[in-house]
Protein backbone atom coordinates (compact mmCIF):
# COMPACT_ATOMS: atom_id res chain seq x y z
CA UNK A 1 0.00 0.00 0.00
CA UNK A 2 1.27 3.15 -1.09
CA UNK A 3 1.44 6.43 0.86
CA UNK A 4 2.67 9.02 -0.70
CA UNK A 5 2.69 12.98 -0.50
CA UNK A 6 0.53 15.18 1.46
CA UNK A 7 2.50 15.39 3.88
CA UNK A 8 1.75 18.52 6.28
CA UNK A 9 4.30 20.72 8.18
CA UNK A 10 3.50 21.30 12.05
CA UNK A 11 5.78 22.42 15.05
CA UNK A 12 8.90 20.56 13.61
CA UNK A 13 7.28 17.54 12.57
CA UNK A 14 5.55 15.60 9.10
CA UNK A 15 2.11 14.67 9.55
CA UNK A 16 0.29 12.09 7.37
CA UNK A 17 -3.47 11.84 7.23
CA UNK A 18 -4.23 8.64 5.27
CA UNK A 19 -6.84 8.22 2.75
CA UNK A 20 -7.73 4.67 3.91
CA UNK A 21 -8.81 2.80 6.74
CA UNK A 22 -6.85 0.39 8.36
CA UNK A 23 -6.09 -1.85 11.72
CA UNK A 24 -4.35 -0.19 14.23
CA UNK A 25 -1.58 -2.37 13.72
CA UNK A 26 -1.23 -2.54 9.61
CA UNK A 27 -1.41 1.56 10.17
CA UNK A 28 1.36 1.41 12.21
CA UNK A 29 3.02 -0.87 9.81
CA UNK A 30 2.54 1.42 6.98
CA UNK A 31 3.30 4.41 9.11
CA UNK A 32 7.09 2.63 9.83
CA UNK A 33 7.18 1.88 6.54
CA UNK A 34 7.45 5.35 5.51
CA UNK A 35 10.34 5.97 8.54
CA UNK A 36 7.47 7.70 10.77
CA UNK A 37 5.13 6.34 13.82
CA UNK A 38 1.58 6.62 14.26
CA UNK A 39 1.09 10.28 16.12
CA UNK A 40 1.62 11.12 19.29
CA UNK A 41 0.29 14.33 20.96
CA UNK A 42 2.36 16.33 23.13
CA UNK A 43 0.98 19.73 23.58
CA UNK A 44 -2.45 21.57 22.77
CA UNK A 45 -1.27 22.87 19.94
CA UNK A 46 -0.12 19.59 18.65
CA UNK A 47 -3.67 18.37 19.72
CA UNK A 48 -5.31 21.60 17.80
CA UNK A 49 -3.49 20.80 14.66
CA UNK A 50 -4.75 17.15 14.26
CA UNK A 51 -8.31 17.71 15.24
CA UNK A 52 -8.89 20.97 13.05
CA UNK A 53 -6.77 19.03 9.91
CA UNK A 54 -8.90 15.62 10.72
CA UNK A 55 -12.15 17.98 10.51
CA UNK A 56 -14.00 15.45 12.64
CA UNK A 57 -13.37 12.14 11.02
CA UNK A 58 -12.09 9.14 13.49
CA UNK A 59 -8.20 8.70 13.26
CA UNK A 60 -5.72 6.15 14.86
CA UNK A 61 -3.10 7.94 16.67
CA UNK A 62 -0.08 6.30 18.13
CA UNK A 63 -0.90 5.23 22.12
CA UNK A 64 -1.97 2.08 22.77
CA UNK A 65 -2.05 -0.57 25.68
CA UNK A 66 -1.64 -3.47 23.88
CA UNK A 67 0.99 -5.20 24.79
CA UNK A 68 2.14 -3.71 27.71
CA UNK A 69 0.23 -4.75 30.71
CA UNK A 70 -2.74 -2.25 30.86
CA UNK A 71 -0.46 0.47 30.46
CA UNK A 72 -0.98 3.40 27.64
CA UNK A 73 2.26 4.36 25.76
CA UNK A 74 3.39 6.00 22.25
CA UNK A 75 4.23 3.58 19.83
CA UNK A 76 7.08 6.61 18.87
CA UNK A 77 8.51 6.55 22.09
CA UNK A 78 7.31 9.61 23.29
CA UNK A 79 6.83 8.94 27.47
CA UNK A 80 2.64 8.99 28.25
CA UNK A 81 2.47 11.41 30.53
CA UNK A 82 -1.66 10.57 32.26
CA UNK A 83 -1.59 13.54 33.98
CA UNK A 84 -1.23 16.14 31.23
CA UNK A 85 -3.07 13.73 28.73
CA UNK A 86 -6.49 13.86 30.84
CA UNK A 87 -7.57 16.72 28.97
CA UNK A 88 -7.65 14.94 25.52
CA UNK A 89 -10.13 12.30 26.65
CA UNK A 90 -13.98 12.50 25.32
CA UNK A 91 -15.69 12.50 29.27
CA UNK A 92 -16.22 9.59 29.76
CA UNK A 93 -13.29 7.76 28.09
CA UNK A 94 -11.49 5.93 27.71
CA UNK A 95 -14.39 3.01 28.86
CA UNK A 96 -12.66 -0.28 27.11
CA UNK A 97 -16.15 -1.35 25.73
CA UNK A 98 -16.00 -5.26 25.39
CA UNK A 99 -12.75 -5.05 27.92
CA UNK A 100 -10.96 -4.71 24.18
CA UNK A 101 -10.67 -1.82 23.56
CA UNK A 102 -6.59 -0.81 23.23
CA UNK A 103 -5.85 1.39 21.18
CA UNK A 104 -6.55 5.10 20.49
CA UNK A 105 -8.75 7.28 17.90
CA UNK A 106 -8.77 10.68 17.72
CA UNK A 107 -12.52 11.06 16.92
CA UNK A 108 -14.13 14.59 17.05
CA UNK A 109 -13.40 17.84 16.26
CA UNK A 110 -12.54 19.36 19.70
CA UNK A 111 -9.48 19.36 22.62
CA UNK A 112 -11.70 16.47 24.12
CA UNK A 113 -11.44 14.08 20.93
CA UNK A 114 -9.93 10.79 22.39
CA UNK A 115 -11.30 7.40 22.29
CA UNK A 116 -10.07 4.06 23.21
CA UNK A 117 -11.62 1.15 20.46
CA UNK A 118 -10.92 -2.13 19.29
CA UNK A 119 -7.14 -2.28 17.53
CA UNK A 120 -9.06 -4.41 15.05
CA UNK A 121 -11.60 -2.20 13.50
CA UNK A 122 -10.46 0.24 10.57
CA UNK A 123 -9.92 3.84 10.51
CA UNK A 124 -8.07 6.57 9.06
CA UNK A 125 -4.79 7.11 11.04
CA UNK A 126 -2.30 9.42 11.56
CA UNK A 127 1.50 8.72 10.93
CA UNK A 128 4.18 11.46 12.59
CA UNK A 129 7.91 11.55 11.07
CA UNK A 130 10.61 13.89 12.10
CA UNK A 131 11.81 16.76 10.26
CA UNK A 132 14.91 15.91 8.82
CA UNK A 133 16.23 18.08 5.61
CA UNK A 134 17.86 16.00 3.03
CA UNK A 135 21.78 15.89 2.37
CA UNK A 136 22.50 18.29 0.05
O1 LIG B 1 -20.39 5.97 23.21
C1 LIG B 1 -19.01 5.85 23.22
C2 LIG B 1 -18.58 4.57 22.54
O2 LIG B 1 -18.99 4.61 21.18
C3 LIG B 1 -18.60 3.48 20.41
O3 LIG B 1 -19.20 2.31 20.90
C4 LIG B 1 -20.58 2.26 20.64
C5 LIG B 1 -17.10 3.33 20.45
N1 LIG B 1 -16.65 2.21 19.62
C6 LIG B 1 -15.81 2.41 18.58
O4 LIG B 1 -15.37 3.50 18.27
C7 LIG B 1 -15.41 1.20 17.83
C8 LIG B 1 -16.65 3.17 21.89
O5 LIG B 1 -15.27 3.04 21.98
C9 LIG B 1 -17.07 4.41 22.64
O6 LIG B 1 -16.63 4.34 23.97
CA1 LIG C 1 -14.16 3.71 24.11
Same mark, same amino acid.
Given at each position: ??????????????????????????????????????????????????????????????????? %??? @?????????????? &?? #???? /?????????????????????? %??? @?????????????? &?? #???? /?
Amino acid at each position: QVVSQGWKYFGGHFYYFSKISKTWYSAQQICISRDSHLTSVTSEREQEFLYRTAGGLPYWIGLTKAG %SEG @DWHWVDGTPYNKVQ &SE #KFWI /PGEPNNVGNNEHCVTLKTSLLR %SWN @DASCDNTFLFICKR &SY #KPSE /P
